[in-house]
């Protein structure tokens, strides 16, 4: 079977497939030897015949007839030489027409092939094909003749092994040259005068000259500083009386120059080749960027050890790896001593919940955080608020940057505050209840005084005694004014200030709210407009303010009031100085004073007071400036 001849062996067609001579133009060597047989043997044709399993293929050919001279091929039922691969002999033929393995093949009568003596071409222990002479007339062969052809033949084998390492070494070459032309590395080869011979596409991007600019420029005056020239130097003079190179084989970094002028830092590696000459084979590659990192790292380390927390870094078994100043200052241990130790055998640690409860914490979240008690070299004991963060480590496996900040003043602090506040909480509950008490307490006394003056005032009294009694029942009001002001501060400092509201038909409520002040105020109300508020909180507001307009504005003016869809609002106006610009926006703040009007000093609460009840009555108190001058205090509620 086909398959079981030698002509169709994967190794040996892989043998004929390495040539190169398959697909190669005509070598001269070969044609050389097949000129020389055909003279010494005085035959018409010869042939170098390399044999694949369907074709053989003439790598040098002479007197053959067309169409097969030019063609350079023939398939194998137009081939002797076949044979001479299967057999992996000579194959001698006097009349192939006589011979009966081959006097049936085509190549008798359509190349003429009568007499043929061919001889096996070797290659690496491989049968290649077959270096043959022909003659178109019965021949007998010679042993001369034969020894001839075969010494040619032995000459066919160094030629076509030659034209094969060749082949090799230019596509060896071919291969380095796409190698170093993808080579993201600078490349970068001199000789032994210093001149650049080789310059890859990356050393045109690193350096900015371009291949055909460097090739044949001394590297020295290219890219090398002049501090390092001697160096450099120094070293090819030495390669070149024979010693060795002291660059060759290491990894070093030095500063070079780009074409702009620029300097910028590389590493490099040379290696020293000496093929009749030395060359110097250099690769090189930027790293500006890792200088930069490595400073950036410097800065972060000096950094981490001026920050005042103790920054730690240990195994998941918790040996420390990495131990900062502030860490030395927390706890008291250098850095030396505590490198390779158990953290929380050393802190004698204590944790909330259990050290399991932290592993497990940075098994799934990768993050833990919370509070810790630890030990010092001294024995005392601090609590501190403790981040820990797990992360790859450069070594392999997993490690904990530990954060720890102490907080056991703060704790303290914190704990006195609170006594503190307790303490305050305390005295402000009883300061309320007195001030509650008080306001209950002189509400009696206070209505016997303004009834009994109100009688007084109706008798028929002289008329100064009259004037007296009614400067009583002013007071009187004011006093109760004042009661109802601290009886609300009582009410929103402790939280319980609430509204029962209830429709309230407006006009009349602020006519008696006037009237109680026996103040002269002209009021505008629509007629039966109803409000929802509490009536007592109603008129507190508008009774503070008319007070505060009395104290501040020269006296109310006037109170209007419009209706809107929803909401109704009441305005008490005046015509003082107005109130401040840097005062708005704080007017209705407790403690906030009108003393810069230039008017009466009041103790700040009385317009935080009416804020706080109109909001307990889902209202609203702004004020505006009046036109021309002078103030608008709005309250504005819902309608009802």
């Known amino acids: 079977m086909d398959t079981e001849r030698r002509i169709a062996q994967a190794d040996r067609l892989a043998a004929v497939a390495s040539t190169g001579l398959l697909t190669l133009p005509p070598a001269p060597g070969l ?47 137009h081939s002797f030489c076949q044979y001479v691969v299967d057999d992996d002999a000579p194959l001698v033929v006097t009349d192939a027409r006589d011979d009966e393995r081959l006097r049936d093949n085509r190549a008798i009568d ?63 070459a071919a291969t380095m040259r796409a190698v170093l032309e993808a080579s993201h590395d600078a490349y970068v080869s001199t000789d032994a005068r210093g001149l650049v011979v080789d310059w890859n596409q990356a050393a045109e991007a690193l350096f900015g000259w371009t291949r055909d600019e460097a090739i044949g420029a001394l590297a020295t005056e290219l890219i090398i500083p002049a501090e390092h020239r001697d160096r450099y130097n120094a070293d090819i003079d030495r390669v070149r009386a024979g010693g060795r190179s002291e660059l060759a084989g290491r990894r070093m970094e030095m500063p070079v120059r780009h074409r702009d002028g620029r300097y910028f830092p590389v590493e490099y590696t040379v290696q020293v080749t000496d093929v009749g000459s030395p060359v110097y ?15 950036q790292l410097r800065r972060q380390a000096e950094l981490i050890d001026a920050a005042p927390a103790a920054i730690i870094v240990r195994g998941d078994d918790g040996t420390i790896r990495f131990w900062n100043n502030g860490a030395e200052q927390m706890y008291g241990w250098p850095a030396a001593a ?27 979240a990768g993050t833990w955080e919370g509070e810790l008690t630890h030990r010092c070299a001294d024995g005392h004991t601090i609590t501190v608020l403790s981040r820990h963060a797990r992360r790859p480590a450069p070594d392999g496996g997993t490690e904990v940057i530990e954060t720890n900040a102490d907080i056991t003043g703060r704790l303290l602090a914190q704990r006195e505050l609170q006594q503190r506040n307790r303490q305050l909480e305390q005295a402000n509950l009883l300061k309320l209840d007195l001030m509650g ?12 005084i303004t009834g009994y003056s109100e009688l007084l005032g109706e008798e028929p009294l002289p008329e100064f005694v009259l004037g007296l009694i009614g400067r009583i029942r002013k007071s009187a009001h004011r006093i109760d004014e004042l009661r109802h002001n601290v009886l609300a501060m009582c009410s929103l400092d402790s939280g319980t200030l609430t509204a029962c509201r209830q429709p309230v ?12 002040l026996e103040a002269d105020v002209p009021v505008d109300c629509p007629d039966g407009l109803r409000v929802l508020v509490n009536p007592a909180h109603l008129t507190q507001i508008v009774v503070n303010f008319i007070t505060n307009a009395a104290k501040y504005g020269g006296g109310a003016t006037g109170i209007t009031v419009r209706a809107g869809d929803a909401t109704v609002t009441v305005s008490v106006h005046d015509e003082g100085p107005g109130v401040p610009a840097g005062l708005r926006s704080r007017l209705f703040d407790r403690y906030t004073r009108a003393h810069e009007t230039g008017g009466a000093k009041g103790h700040g609460l009385g317009l935080h007071i009416v804020a706080s009840l109109a909001g307990a009555n889902h209202g609203t108190v702004t004020h505006r400036d009046n036109q021309p001058r002078g103030s608008v205090f709005e309250l504005t509620l819902e309608s009802a």
Request: charged share 20%; hydrophobic share 45%.
């Open 31 to 77: 044609d050389r030897l097949t000129r020389l047989a055909s003279r010494l043997l005085g035959v018409p044709t010869t042939l170098v015949s390399l044999v694949t399993d369907e074709r053989q293929v003439f790598a040098s050919q002479l007197g053959l007839p067309q169409p097969w001279a030019d063609a350079g091929q023939t398939p194998l039922s």
């Open 110 to 172: 359509e190349i003429g092939v009568i007499a043929y003596a061919g001889m096996p071409i070797r290659l690496d222990g491989q049968t290649l094909g077959a270096f043959c002479a022909i003659d178109g007339q019965p021949r007998k062969w010679t042993a001369a003749e034969l020894e001839t052809l075969e010494d040619l033949a032995a000459a066919v084998d160094s030629e076509i092994a030659l034209i094969k390492a060749a082949d090799d070494a230019q596509q060896a």
């Open 281 to 295: 084979h250099a690769f090189l590659h930027d790293i500006s960027a890792r200088r930069a990192a490595q400073r």
């Open 338 to 364: 505590v490198a390779g130790q158990d953290i929380h055998q050393l802190l004698h640690t204590g944790f909330p919940d259990g050290l399991a409860e932290v592993r497990e914490a940075l098994e799934t």
């Open 437 to 448: 008490m008080l306001s209950h307490d002189i509400g009696t006394p206070l209505a016997a």
């Open 505 to 516: 038909l407006l006009g009349p409520a602020l006519r008696e709210a006037v009237e109680a």
